[in-house]
Protein backbone atom coordinates (compact mmCIF):
# COMPACT_ATOMS: atom_id res chain seq x y z
CA UNK A 1 0.00 0.00 0.00
CA UNK A 2 1.25 3.53 -0.88
CA UNK A 3 1.79 5.81 1.82
CA UNK A 4 0.95 9.03 1.72
CA UNK A 5 2.96 11.46 -1.09
CA UNK A 6 4.08 14.75 -1.05
CA UNK A 7 5.34 17.03 -3.84
CA UNK A 8 7.68 19.29 -4.34
CA UNK A 9 10.09 17.66 -1.32
CA UNK A 10 12.16 20.86 -0.97
CA UNK A 11 10.95 24.50 -2.60
CA UNK A 12 13.03 27.93 -2.23
CA UNK A 13 11.76 30.89 -2.97
CA UNK A 14 12.07 34.89 -2.45
CA UNK A 15 10.10 36.56 -0.22
CA UNK A 16 6.50 37.50 -1.56
CA UNK A 17 6.30 34.70 -4.11
CA UNK A 18 3.30 32.47 -4.11
CA UNK A 19 4.18 28.49 -3.12
CA UNK A 20 2.16 25.60 -3.54
CA UNK A 21 2.33 21.58 -1.92
CA UNK A 22 0.09 18.75 -3.22
CA UNK A 23 -0.68 15.77 -1.22
CA UNK A 24 -2.03 12.20 -2.14
CA UNK A 25 -3.39 10.50 0.85
CA UNK A 26 -3.46 7.04 1.16
CA UNK A 27 -6.39 5.32 -0.28
CA UNK A 28 -9.47 4.82 1.04
CA UNK A 29 -8.70 7.63 3.67
CA UNK A 30 -10.84 10.42 3.64
CA UNK A 31 -9.54 12.63 6.53
CA UNK A 32 -6.49 14.70 5.30
CA UNK A 33 -4.62 17.00 7.19
CA UNK A 34 -2.04 19.55 6.84
CA UNK A 35 0.42 20.45 9.39
CA UNK A 36 3.13 23.06 9.89
CA UNK A 37 6.28 21.74 11.60
CA UNK A 38 8.81 24.21 13.09
CA UNK A 39 12.23 23.42 13.85
CA UNK A 40 12.87 21.84 16.75
CA UNK A 41 9.30 21.39 17.51
CA UNK A 42 6.07 18.74 16.37
CA UNK A 43 3.59 19.26 14.02
CA UNK A 44 1.09 21.79 14.56
CA UNK A 45 -2.55 21.45 12.81
CA UNK A 46 -3.49 24.25 9.86
CA UNK A 47 -6.46 22.62 8.57
CA UNK A 48 -8.41 19.31 8.81
CA UNK A 49 -10.29 18.02 6.27
CA UNK A 50 -13.13 15.31 6.27
CA UNK A 51 -13.50 14.46 2.29
CA UNK A 52 -13.60 18.07 0.44
CA UNK A 53 -15.20 20.00 3.33
CA UNK A 54 -12.87 21.88 5.51
CA UNK A 55 -13.66 20.77 9.18
CA UNK A 56 -11.19 22.66 11.29
CA UNK A 57 -9.10 25.63 9.76
CA UNK A 58 -9.20 27.60 13.03
CA UNK A 59 -5.20 27.46 12.84
CA UNK A 60 -4.51 28.53 9.01
CA UNK A 61 -3.46 31.72 8.55
CA UNK A 62 -6.65 32.72 6.28
CA UNK A 63 -4.63 35.75 4.99
CA UNK A 64 -1.75 34.51 3.51
CA UNK A 65 -2.50 30.79 3.32
CA UNK A 66 -5.39 29.07 1.36
CA UNK A 67 -6.15 24.89 0.83
CA UNK A 68 -8.32 22.93 -1.53
CA UNK A 69 -9.51 19.31 -1.21
CA UNK A 70 -11.34 19.11 -4.88
CA UNK A 71 -13.00 15.86 -5.31
CA UNK A 72 -11.83 14.62 -1.82
CA UNK A 73 -8.73 13.47 -2.61
CA UNK A 74 -5.76 15.23 -3.79
CA UNK A 75 -4.88 18.57 -1.97
CA UNK A 76 -2.97 21.36 -2.21
CA UNK A 77 -1.68 24.04 0.23
CA UNK A 78 -1.07 27.61 -1.28
CA UNK A 79 0.78 30.48 0.28
CA UNK A 80 0.43 34.07 -0.96
CA UNK A 81 2.71 35.90 -0.48
CA UNK A 82 5.23 33.76 1.49
CA UNK A 83 7.51 35.34 4.33
CA UNK A 84 10.55 34.67 5.67
CA UNK A 85 8.76 33.05 8.72
CA UNK A 86 7.14 30.71 6.95
CA UNK A 87 10.12 28.63 6.20
CA UNK A 88 9.57 25.45 7.97
CA UNK A 89 8.60 21.65 6.74
CA UNK A 90 4.62 21.40 5.60
CA UNK A 91 3.29 18.13 6.46
CA UNK A 92 0.45 16.02 5.18
CA UNK A 93 -1.16 13.34 6.78
CA UNK A 94 -4.47 11.31 6.24
CA UNK A 95 -6.38 8.65 8.69
CA UNK A 96 -8.75 6.16 7.47
CA UNK A 97 -12.78 6.19 8.68
CA UNK A 98 -12.52 3.23 10.52
CA UNK A 99 -9.20 4.46 12.85
CA UNK A 100 -9.31 8.08 12.45
CA UNK A 101 -7.09 8.60 15.50
CA UNK A 102 -4.32 6.84 13.65
CA UNK A 103 -2.89 9.19 11.69
CA UNK A 104 -0.30 8.56 8.65
CA UNK A 105 2.38 11.07 7.74
CA UNK A 106 3.77 12.01 4.33
CA UNK A 107 7.46 12.66 3.77
CA UNK A 108 6.64 16.53 4.32
CA UNK A 109 7.82 19.37 2.34
CA UNK A 110 10.72 21.59 3.30
CA UNK A 111 10.15 25.39 2.66
CA UNK A 112 12.80 27.78 2.58
CA UNK A 113 11.86 31.62 2.05
CA UNK A 114 14.71 33.83 1.87
CA UNK B 1 -0.18 26.23 20.12
CA UNK B 2 -0.62 24.17 23.06
CA UNK B 3 2.42 21.49 23.17
CA UNK B 4 2.75 18.82 25.44
CA UNK B 5 5.75 18.45 27.32
CA UNK B 6 8.19 15.82 26.58
CA UNK B 7 11.36 14.78 28.00
CA UNK B 8 14.40 14.40 27.64
CA UNK B 9 14.78 16.47 25.18
CA UNK B 10 17.62 14.26 24.10
CA UNK B 11 19.47 11.69 25.29
CA UNK B 12 23.02 9.94 24.18
CA UNK B 13 22.78 6.00 24.55
CA UNK B 14 25.10 3.06 24.11
CA UNK B 15 24.14 0.52 21.85
CA UNK B 16 22.52 -2.15 23.50
CA UNK B 17 21.20 0.05 26.45
CA UNK B 18 17.49 0.59 27.65
CA UNK B 19 15.82 3.64 27.03
CA UNK B 20 12.76 5.57 28.49
CA UNK B 21 10.93 8.72 27.59
CA UNK B 22 7.87 10.60 28.62
CA UNK B 23 4.82 13.18 28.10
CA UNK B 24 3.40 14.85 30.09
CA UNK B 25 0.05 17.06 29.63
CA UNK B 26 -2.06 19.20 31.94
CA UNK B 27 -5.20 18.12 29.55
CA UNK B 28 -6.90 14.94 29.87
CA UNK B 29 -6.55 12.74 26.66
CA UNK B 30 -8.76 9.91 25.48
CA UNK B 31 -5.51 8.69 22.81
CA UNK B 32 -2.55 8.34 23.54
CA UNK B 33 0.12 8.06 20.01
CA UNK B 34 4.37 7.91 20.02
CA UNK B 35 5.55 8.37 16.45
CA UNK B 36 9.55 8.55 15.31
CA UNK B 37 10.98 10.77 12.92
CA UNK B 38 14.05 10.48 10.86
CA UNK B 39 15.85 13.05 9.16
CA UNK B 40 14.08 14.51 6.27
CA UNK B 41 10.90 12.48 6.34
CA UNK B 42 7.31 12.19 8.17
CA UNK B 43 6.68 10.99 11.59
CA UNK B 44 5.78 7.08 11.41
CA UNK B 45 3.23 6.12 13.90
CA UNK B 46 5.02 3.53 16.33
CA UNK B 47 2.43 2.95 19.43
CA UNK B 48 -1.32 4.04 19.63
CA UNK B 49 -2.73 3.78 23.05
CA UNK B 50 -6.82 3.84 23.94
CA UNK B 51 -7.26 3.26 27.24
CA UNK B 52 -5.98 4.77 30.77
CA UNK B 53 -3.14 1.99 32.05
CA UNK B 54 -2.75 0.36 28.74
CA UNK B 55 0.61 -1.18 27.82
CA UNK B 56 1.33 -2.13 24.27
CA UNK B 57 4.00 -3.20 22.61
CA UNK B 58 5.74 -3.43 19.08
CA UNK B 59 8.91 -5.26 19.11
CA UNK B 60 11.37 -3.54 21.45
CA UNK B 61 9.26 -0.65 21.86
CA UNK B 62 6.61 -0.47 24.92
CA UNK B 63 4.40 2.16 25.45
CA UNK B 64 1.81 2.95 28.62
CA UNK B 65 -0.95 5.27 28.73
CA UNK B 66 -0.88 6.66 32.50
CA UNK B 67 -3.66 6.47 34.87
CA UNK B 68 -4.63 9.46 34.94
CA UNK B 69 -4.74 9.98 31.63
CA UNK B 70 -2.28 13.01 31.47
CA UNK B 71 0.89 11.01 30.85
CA UNK B 72 2.36 7.96 28.63
CA UNK B 73 5.53 6.84 28.56
CA UNK B 74 7.91 5.17 26.09
CA UNK B 75 10.47 2.28 26.39
CA UNK B 76 12.78 0.85 23.93
CA UNK B 77 14.92 -1.84 25.06
CA UNK B 78 18.26 -3.04 23.88
CA UNK B 79 18.65 0.07 21.74
CA UNK B 80 20.49 0.03 18.04
CA UNK B 81 21.94 1.86 15.53
CA UNK B 82 18.52 2.71 13.64
CA UNK B 83 16.38 3.50 16.53
CA UNK B 84 18.55 7.05 16.40
CA UNK B 85 16.09 9.60 15.55
CA UNK B 86 13.65 11.45 16.89
CA UNK B 87 10.77 10.34 19.37
CA UNK B 88 6.90 12.53 19.65
CA UNK B 89 4.63 11.98 21.66
CA UNK B 90 1.15 12.52 20.43
CA UNK B 91 -2.35 13.41 22.64
CA UNK B 92 -5.82 13.54 21.13
CA UNK B 93 -8.90 14.53 23.72
CA UNK B 94 -12.07 13.30 22.76
CA UNK B 95 -13.79 12.91 19.05
CA UNK B 96 -11.52 13.79 16.05
CA UNK B 97 -9.70 16.61 17.98
CA UNK B 98 -6.80 17.69 16.53
CA UNK B 99 -3.51 16.06 17.61
CA UNK B 100 -1.18 18.04 20.22
CA UNK B 101 2.55 16.82 20.09
CA UNK B 102 5.51 17.02 22.23
CA UNK B 103 8.84 18.77 21.21
CA UNK B 104 9.97 15.17 20.89
CA UNK B 105 13.14 13.79 22.03
CA UNK B 106 16.03 13.33 20.25
CA UNK B 107 17.78 9.96 20.34
CA UNK B 108 21.17 9.05 19.82
CA UNK B 109 23.27 5.52 20.10
CA UNK B 110 26.42 5.26 20.59
CA UNK B 111 27.92 1.86 18.38
Known amino acids: EAGVVQSPRYKIIEKKQPVAFWCNPISGHNTLYWYLQNLGQGPELLIR????????DSQLPKDRFSAERLKGVDSTLKIQPAELGDSAVYLCASSSPTRWNQQFFGPGTRLTVL | GQQLNQSPQSMFIQEGEDVSMNCTSS?????WLWYKQDPGEGPVLLIALYKAGELTSNGRLTAQFGITRKDSFLNISASIPSDVGIYFCAGQGSGNTPLVFGKGTRLSVIA
Open chain 2, 27 to 31: SIFNT
Open chain 1, 49 to 56: YENEEAVD
